[in-house]
Every structure is written in structure tokens, then in C-alpha cells.
């Protein structure tokens, strides 16, 4: 899994450099290994040149979510980016001007090596944030971020991890979706390490693999797999005449070489996936877009077995690295004698100091949703303020933005998880986020610069996109798989938890809102539908979310739950959560509402139209 000591080399002339480590790269393939080439030598390909320079927003959005595939021409500007799920979070209070340090997840890349690798091959749109320090892992020096896990060799130079060889994240079912396994064909069919044309035989061998068009699709892996790494950050001073060669090479060194043809998911016929030694690319038909998954967001909540995704959790049972988390025990760690060689001591301690708690150990069958559930609430009391005007507005947005021009400046703003449906969901909203933290400062308000909202809905058992919950399930409530209260109650919940994995783990420290309305599909039975919405609440409040309100109108809420009043019984379990009121008319009206509750819980936003956009009043 871990690079072993590399080989030395004698002709350091660009193209002989490029040849050594390629070779090296397939001679990983065929004999597991994960080898790459160390940083010590592509820098004499590759100068260093110090100081580095902030990272910047780009054109091209981050890959570590969903976004349009990549022309055959790249961006080669500098780019920016995180969660995945891995993981934005827009709370955590970093005051520092260090380009090293992130605010997005309160984590900082310290190690020089880390630093300029970073920088050379991408930046946050290669490797999304880091969410994690420096630590040890099976006795090598490593960092997280979101899509990537970068290493510490011995001899100082850096690489990146085989992520899903075995031992990490090997596994086939995360989040609701089926990868594909490794396909053995694809290593028989690599060409030797001696092939004396092993570098052109290599790059042909992805060629034809990673295809651009796949059952009428236009899936675009090869676009995205060779314009991963941008040609101004790997060549700061200005390309080599081999710069192309190098490129590629580059390239490869992020996603490994396919091991998989692309693959339909076995439940959706919309999405596509392709399978790499180091990342899964996904293509998703409804919108037309390729991106690699947030998998190494998905191997810190291994070790935390926090926003674990139930089938992840399942796949995972018996693994090492699960649940291992343990603050304030040897090496934090659970386990330790099942995970020799590491230390997770202060891993993920960010920089305000703050640490998630201990992991909960994993039952027989582990799941991230706690069994216990406390009662839902929200801070504050239910009188209603007296409204106070913010001097610039708040702007909601999500998947029908994706591509569009936006607002350069403004207070806060809410961002849409999914794309219009539970378990789906919105394919740029990385995009979103990077827009949302680095646009103009905002005016003086007591709202978060960033707030999330998840669509809810509730198809009831015969749901054609088959997330409800199946026969056996015991957590949060014992569901038999019918529609059930306490299966409808699941089913909320891990719609909830699905919304939050996507936005990241950190997301957490931000304030989340469910998007209650009649334009989605819902039972006849009201009470039905009040559970969906109560198991939402339960596992936001559970994941130790502080701010949880509800979106909707009276009149949608009203046709829902059965609550047609404000005081009605039906709202006992939502009387506490805040209220985002939609739609006024305009501005001027937006106001004048803040005291129309339609759960008994205190009005916080009111939405209204402003230059064609969803703008939003904050109360208070």
C-alpha cells in the first residue's frame, strides 16, 4: 500500500526523469505496490520557487465534487476548492493571512514537502481541503484531504496513496451508489516495466481505457483524467519542452491507472463510473457532468465512524481503521494493536483547537446513526423580535445556479445540498461554496457566511430511486420495510445523513435548514410525513448540528403535516426549530413577515425575489 525506497538514477535530464518514473508508476501497477515518483526529482524538472502564492479561484470548479467535465484545453490558472465529504466548513474560525491554513476546514498543510506538492499538481482543485494534520499511518507520514491522501516517504519525497487498494477503502458500496470492483483483465493487460516504449505505452494504455464517450454518453474520463493537473502550477517557471510528456505524467500520478471499464451503477443507469488505483471518476447523465468522489473525506469518517454512510459502515465491518479515533488514550487510538504504526494524536484537532469526540465503537452491524434519540431543538425563545434590518441581503442558491453568473457581493448566504430531491444531489456545489467564501466581504450581520438546506421528500416504500429503508433495519428505529412510522422516521434520517456526508464532515458546525415542499413527492397520510420530517431533524440534531430550522410556507406545511396552525398538537416536535419563511413579493414585504410561523418556532429568514435571484431577509 505504502511507496517502498525507490530506485536511484543516474540521467536527470527531463526525459529521462519522465521515463524513470513512469516506468517505476507501471512497475506499482503490476506488482501492487503504489510507487511514484519522488518530488526530489520532478523538481529538478520542476524548480521550486518560494514564496508560493495564494491560492486563488479559477473558471474550472474543484473535481472533488460534481462538476462540468473539462475541455480538451484546461484551465491552467491556479486553482481553488474543497467534502468532502470531505470538507467545507464554512464556521470554523481561522484569523490568519497563512495561504498554508484553510478556513474552509480549520486545517493547515505544515509540512514543506506537503506544500509544494500541493501547489505543483493542482492545488484544492487536485485535492480538494485538508481535513486532517500530519500524522502517522501505518508508519508513514501522511495528511488528508478531501479526494487525496498525500505521503511522507523516507528519503523526504512526497507521494500519493493507492486509496482503494485493500486496507483503505477498497469497498464497493458508499453513500448509495456501487462502484465498480477492480477488474484483474486490466493488470494483465499493462505493459512490462522493461517495454523499451513503456512511457508512449502507458499513456496509449489510458487512452484507450479512460474513453471519452461510453454507450452514447459523453462521460469524458479521458478529458478529466489529463487535464487534472494545470500546466501553470506544475510549471511555475514556465514549461519544459517535454511539458506535455510531463503532464500526463502528473496526471497519473493522481488517479493511478484504470482499473476498471466504465460501469453503469446497478440502480441508476443515469450515472456511470470508472475505477482508478487512487479515485473513482462519476458520471452523472441528468446534468451532464464528470467528477471524482470525495473518497478520502470517506477515510476520515472510517477512523471517526461519524458520517459514515450505512452501506460504507456495513462494507467496513471488521476493518482496521474503523472507529479508531480515540482522543486522550495512547496514540488515540481504540485499537491499537490493530493498526500498528500509527498515531492519531491531535489528527483532527483544527486550528481553533476544537477535536470531534471519541469515535463510537461499531456494533454488530455499525452504523454512523446514533440509536439514541435526543429531542430536537434549537437555541433561543419563541417570541418573535423585533425585526432589524441587515445592511446587504443574503442569497439562497443551488443546482439551477450551477453556471450562472452570480452576485459579487452580499451577507450570507444558504446553499442547497441536493438537486431538488432526497438523496440527489446538486452538481456544483463546490462551486457554490467556493463562490460563497470568497466573494466580496460581507456587511456587518449576525447570520453565518454559510448555511446548508437538504430537500426532503417521502416516496414511501415503493420508491422508485430505492432508498427506503429495507427489512431489518434496527437504527435509528426497527423498520420492517414497510411504510411504517418508525420506517418513515429512517428514512429521514439517513436522507439527512446523506445531505450532510455530501456537504462535508464539518459542515456540522454550520446551521442547516430542511426544504419542506409540495413540489416533491409525499404520502396522503400526514403523520407519515411529520416522521419523515422528525427522523431529518433527529439526525442533524444527533451529528450535533447547533442551528436547525425548517423551509416551507403555511400553506405547504400545512398540506405535509396536517398542521394547518401554528399551536396545532402536530407541531409539538418542530415548535422549537427556526422558520425560513417562503416567498414574499418583495423587499419591502420581506419584513412584515417575520412573525408568520407556521411551526411555532421563531422566524429567522424570509425569503423574497431579487435580481433574478431567491434573496432572503434575516429577522434577526
Known sequence: MFDQVLPAIHDTTPVALARWWLGVLVASFVLGMGVLSPATALAQATPTRTPVPTVQPTSRPPAVSPTPAPSPAASSAVPVSPSPSPTPSPAVAVTTSDPRAFA??????????????????????????PVSQTFTLLGTRVQLFQRLVMQLRPDGSVGTLNLLDQGLLPFTHINGSTFPAPDPAFAGQMPPPTDPNYLSTVIRFVQANAPDTFDGHQVNFGQTFFNTVPRAGAFPDGPPDNSDALLA????????????????????????????????MHYDAACNCTHGLLLADYLKSLLLN??????????????????????????????????????LTNAFVNLSGSAPPAASQPATQPLAASPSLPPVSAPGALSVPVPVINLQDGYDVSFPQCGESLPGTFAFTILGVNDGRAFDFNPCLTTLMNWALNSAPPAATRQPRVSFYLNTDNPGPNDPGQHWPTAGLSQPRACDGSGSLDCAYDYGWYAAQAALTRAGGQATSAPWWLDVETTNTWSDDVTNNAAVLQGAAGLLKAAGVASIGVYSSPRQWGQITGATTADSTINQPFASLYNWLARAHSADEAPTLCSRTFTGGRVKLVQYPLNGFDADYACF
Open 104 to 129: 474552509q476546514t480549520g486545517f493547515r498543510i505544515d509540512q514543506d514537502a506537503f506544500w509544494d506538492y500541493f501547489q505543483k499538481r493542482g492545488g484544492v482543485n487536485t485535492f480538494g481541503y
Open 249 to 280: 505524467g502528473f496526471d497519473l500520478e493522481m488517479w493511478g491507472l484504470p482499473t476498471s471499464p466504465p460501469t453503469y451503477d446497478p440502480t441508476n443507469k443515469n450515472f456511470v463510473y470508472q475505477r482508478f488505483q487512487r479515485g473513482i
Open 306 to 343: 461519524q458520517n459514515l454512510p450505512p452501506d460504507l459502515a456495513a462494507d467496513a465491518r471488521g476493518n482496521s481503521l474503523l472507529a479508531q479515533w480515540a482522543p486522550g488514550r495512547p496514540s488515540a487510538l481504540a485499537r491499537p494493536a490493530a493498526l500498528a504504526g500509527t498515531d
